[in-house]
């Protein structure tokens, strides 16, 4: 299994361009979520998934989409970037095994916007 | 809502100290408990989690951590670092009946020769 990959590794883009970064899973979890990473914040949640077709937000999602057409892709879309988003993008998925999810992490996208 | 404290931002230490890393949460709900570890430029890996049952937690790389529901506390510890322990820490917290994550804002461990 690759587990969960994003792409691309780097970016970076100039303020009110577009783009979307890429997440996927082989491992036909349920629940998928995107992240931003920001020195000394920790990883706060933007969007997540609890299935195909079902989406929602979550503490930061403004000047963020998303969309879940499959289980196993969940991409983000940056609609205008905006230097306050130059960070590092997280995705994660989890299997909803009942009772707990521990989530599985992707390598991670640096994006800057200049 | 739930909330997560971390309490240090950075602890060093020397080789072969024994360490701790201290976590506080704030809910309203059950939860579920983690330990995630970021090693440079890499995602966040899974240490340790407590679900239920016994509040002593065994996890990899010979870390543990216990889980104080009295204090709301779920602090990390490692009783002999090794350098390759140096990274970035994050204690996250789970309501147990979502499955959202709210996270800490990580502690650096830096370990010195």
């Known amino acids: 299994n690759a587990g969960v990959t994003q792409t691309p590794k780097f970016q970076v883009l100039k303020t009110g361009q577009s783009m979307t970064l890429q997440c996927a899973q082989d491992m036909n979890h349920e629940y998928m979520s995107w992240y931003r990473q920001d020195p000394g914040m920790g990883l706060r949640l933007i969007h997540y998934?609890?299935?195909?077709?079902?989406?929602d937000q979550g503490e930061v999602p403004n000047g963020y989409n998303v969309s879940r057409s499959t289980t196993e892709d969940f991409p983000l879309r940056l609609l205008s970037a905006a230097p306050s988003q130059t960070s590092v993008y997280f995705c994660?998925?989890?299997?909803?095994?009942?009772?707990?999810?521990?989530?599985?992490f992707g390598p991670g996208t640096r994006l800057t916007v200049t | 809502a739930q909330s997560v404290t971390q309490l240090d931002s950075q602890v060093p230490v020397f080789e072969e100290a024994p360490v701790e890393l201290r976590c506080n949460y704030s809910s309203s709900v059950s939860v579920y408990l983690f330990w995630y570890v970021q090693y440079p430029n890499q995602g966040l890996q899974l240490l340790l989690k407590?679900?239920?049952?016994?509040?002593l937690v065994k996890g990899i790389n010979g870390f543990e951590a216990e889980f104080n529901k009295s204090q709301t506390s779920f602090h990390l510890r490692k009783p002999s670092v090794h350098i390759s322990d140096t990274a970035e820490y994050f204690c996250a917290v789970s309501e147990t009946n979502a499955g959202k994550s709210t996270f800490g804002d990580g502690t650096t461990l830096t370990v010195k020769p």
């Open positions: 407590y679900l239920s049952g016994s509040t």
């Open positions: 998934s609890v299935g195909a077709g079902i989406t």
């Open positions: 994660a998925s989890s299997y909803i095994a009942g009772v707990w999810y521990e989530q599985y």
